[in-house]
C-alpha cells in the first residue's frame, strides 16, 4: 500500500484555445516533480503520432504547476475545423505524462487552407523511461487503482469456486453421495461470500470514480441479481424437511443458477453502455487499466484469493463432515 503512483496530469487550463494563437497553458500534474527537470521538461500538444506541436518556452512554478507557452499553428491538419489534443509532458525526473483529450483547437475565421509544417517540426521523441515499481497513473480513478488487487481477483475466484460448486451438484446428480451435496453448497457459500465483498467493494470504487456507490450501472444491476439468484440456492436448500429431496433439487436449481451467472457478469453488462470497463465491447485489462508493473501483482493476486477460497472452502467441508457424523450418533 505504501507504493507510490506514477506522476501524471491532473489538469490542462485554459481547455481551448484558436489557430495562430499564442496560449499559454498551466498544467496541473500530481505526484510531479517539475522543479528537479526545470531547463529539460517539453510539453507537445498532439493530435495522433504524426501531428504534434511542442511548447517554446516551459517553466516550472513548483513541483505541480507547469507554465507551457504554445504558439499554436495556423491550421488543423487533414482539414479540420475543430479538434481535441492530448498533452503529452515529459522531464528526466518524472519519465512521461499523458492526459488524453486536454486541449480543442478551433480554426479562426481568417486560417489558410494551406497545411502548416509546425504540426510535423517537432515529433514526439526520445521520452524519458520512468523505471521501478510504481502504479501506473489513471485519471478519475486515482489511488483507488490499489483495488484492483482486491476487487477484480475476488471475481476471478468467485468463478472458480462456483465452477467447483456446480461440478459437484452435477456428481451428485449422477451419484448422490452426501459428500458430493455437502461440496457443492460449501463452494456456493464461499462464493457467495466474495460476490458479496466483490459487491462492496466495487462500490467503494464506484464511489470514487464514479461520483457515487450505487448509480444502477447495468454492471452492477445484473451482479446484484447473480447473488440474488444464489442467495436463493441456500433458501430451497432449507425449505425441505427431507434432505436427500432437497439435496437433488438443489443440485439441479445450482447447476442452472451457474449457467445464468455468466450470462449476467460477462455477457449483458457488454450490451449495453456501461460505466464499468468491459462494456459495449470495450476491453478490459488493456492498457488503459493494467501496465507490466501491475500484472506482475495482479495476477499472482487472482491465483492468492482463488487458493484462498478453496482453502477456507475445505475447513467449511470438514466442519460439515464432522457437523453431519455428530447429528448421526444424536
Given at each position: 500500500m505504501l507504493v507510490p503512483l506514477r506522476p501524471g496530469i491532473l489538469t490542462v487550463t485554459p481547455e481551448g484555445g484558436l489557430t495562430r494563437q499564442t496560449t499559454v497553458l498551466t498544467i496541473s500534474g500530481y505526484n510531479a516533480h517539475f522543479t528537479q527537470?526545470?531547463?529539460?521538461?517539453?510539453?507537445?500538444l498532439t493530435y495522433d503520432d504524426e501531428h504534434a506541436v511542442m511548447a517554446r518556452r516551459v517553466k516550472a512554478l513548483n513541483d505541480t504547476l507547469l507554465e507551457a507557452e504554445f504558439?499554436?499553428?495556423a491550421n488543423l491538419p487533414k482539414g479540420e475545423t475543430a479538434m481535441v489534443l492530448n498533452c503529452i509532458v515529459d522531464n528526466p525526473a518524472d519519465g512521461t505524462s499523458v492526459l488524453p483529450n486536454a486541449f480543442q483547437l478551433k480554426t479562426d475565421s481568417s486560417a489558410s487552407s494551406e497545411p502548416d509544417p509546425a504540426w510535423k517540426s517537432s515529433p514526439v521523441e526520445k521520452l524519458n523511461v520512468k523505471k521501478g515499481f510504481t502504479?501506473?497513473?489513471?485519471?478519475?480513478i486515482y489511488e483507488s487503482i490499489r483495488n484492483t488487487y482486491f476487487h477484480v481477483p475476488m471475481w476471478f475466484a468467485l468463478i472458480f469456486l462456483l465452477i467447483a460448486s456446480a461440478w459437484n451438484s452435477l456428481k451428485y446428480l449422477r451419484n448422490p453421495l452426501p459428500e458430493y451435496d455437502r461440496r457443492a453448497s460449501s463452494y456456493a457459500e464461499t462464493g457467495l461470500l466474495y460476490g458479496f465483498l466483490g459487491l462492496v467493494t466495487g462500490m467503494l470504487w464506484a464511489h470514487y470514480a464514479w461520483g457515487k456507490a450505487w448509480s444502477n450501472d447495468i454492471k452492477q444491476i445484473t451482479t446484484a441479481v447473480a447473488l440474488l439468484i444464489y442467495l436463493a440456492y441456500f433458501i430451497l436448500r432449507s425449505s425441505f424437511d427431507e434432505p436427500e429431496k432437497g439435496a437433488r433439487l438443489s443440485a439441479v436449481y445450482n447447476i442452472f443458477a451457474f449457467a445464468t451467472l455468466i450470462p449476467l457478469l460477462y455477457i449483458v453488462p457488454r450490451m449495453f453502455a456501461s460505466l464499468h470497463p468491459g462494456a459495449t465491447g470495450s476491453p478490459a485489462f488493456g492498457g488503459q487499466d493494467l501496465d507490466n508493473t501491475m500484472r506482475a501483482v495482479f495476477y499472482p493476486a487472482i491465483i492468492g484469493w482463488t487458493l484462498l477460497g478453496f482453502w477456507m472452502t475445505t475447513l467449511?467441508?470438514?466442519?460439515?463432515r464432522i457437523e453431519d457424523k455428530l447429528g448421526g450418533l444424536d
Amino acid at each position: 500500500m505504501l507504493v507510490p503512483l506514477r506522476p501524471g496530469i491532473l489538469t490542462v487550463t485554459p481547455e481551448g484555445g484558436l489557430t495562430r494563437q499564442t496560449t499559454v497553458l498551466t498544467i496541473s500534474g500530481y505526484n510531479a516533480h517539475f522543479t528537479q527537470g526545470e531547463g529539460q521538461t517539453r510539453v507537445w500538444l498532439t493530435y495522433d503520432d504524426e501531428h504534434a506541436v511542442m511548447a517554446r518556452r516551459v517553466k516550472a512554478l513548483n513541483d505541480t504547476l507547469l507554465e507551457a507557452e504554445f504558439q499554436l499553428p495556423a491550421n488543423l491538419p487533414k482539414g479540420e475545423t475543430a479538434m481535441v489534443l492530448n498533452c503529452i509532458v515529459d522531464n528526466p525526473a518524472d519519465g512521461t505524462s499523458v492526459l488524453p483529450n486536454a486541449f480543442q483547437l478551433k480554426t479562426d475565421s481568417s486560417a489558410s487552407s494551406e497545411p502548416d509544417p509546425a504540426w510535423k517540426s517537432s515529433p514526439v521523441e526520445k521520452l524519458n523511461v520512468k523505471k521501478g515499481f510504481t502504479y501506473p497513473y489513471r485519471n478519475v480513478i486515482y489511488e483507488s487503482i490499489r483495488n484492483t488487487y482486491f476487487h477484480v481477483p475476488m471475481w476471478f475466484a468467485l468463478i472458480f469456486l462456483l465452477i467447483a460448486s456446480a461440478w459437484n451438484s452435477l456428481k451428485y446428480l449422477r451419484n448422490p453421495l452426501p459428500e458430493y451435496d455437502r461440496r457443492a453448497s460449501s463452494y456456493a457459500e464461499t462464493g457467495l461470500l466474495y460476490g458479496f465483498l466483490g459487491l462492496v467493494t466495487g462500490m467503494l470504487w464506484a464511489h470514487y470514480a464514479w461520483g457515487k456507490a450505487w448509480s444502477n450501472d447495468i454492471k452492477q444491476i445484473t451482479t446484484a441479481v447473480a447473488l440474488l439468484i444464489y442467495l436463493a440456492y441456500f433458501i430451497l436448500r432449507s425449505s425441505f424437511d427431507e434432505p436427500e429431496k432437497g439435496a437433488r433439487l438443489s443440485a439441479v436449481y445450482n447447476i442452472f443458477a451457474f449457467a445464468t451467472l455468466i450470462p449476467l457478469l460477462y455477457i449483458v453488462p457488454r450490451m449495453f453502455a456501461s460505466l464499468h470497463p468491459g462494456a459495449t465491447g470495450s476491453p478490459a485489462f488493456g492498457g488503459q487499466d493494467l501496465d507490466n508493473t501491475m500484472r506482475a501483482v495482479f495476477y499472482p493476486a487472482i491465483i492468492g484469493w482463488t487458493l484462498l477460497g478453496f482453502w477456507m472452502t475445505t475447513l467449511y467441508i470438514r466442519a460439515k463432515r464432522i457437523e453431519d457424523k455428530l447429528g448421526g450418533l444424536d
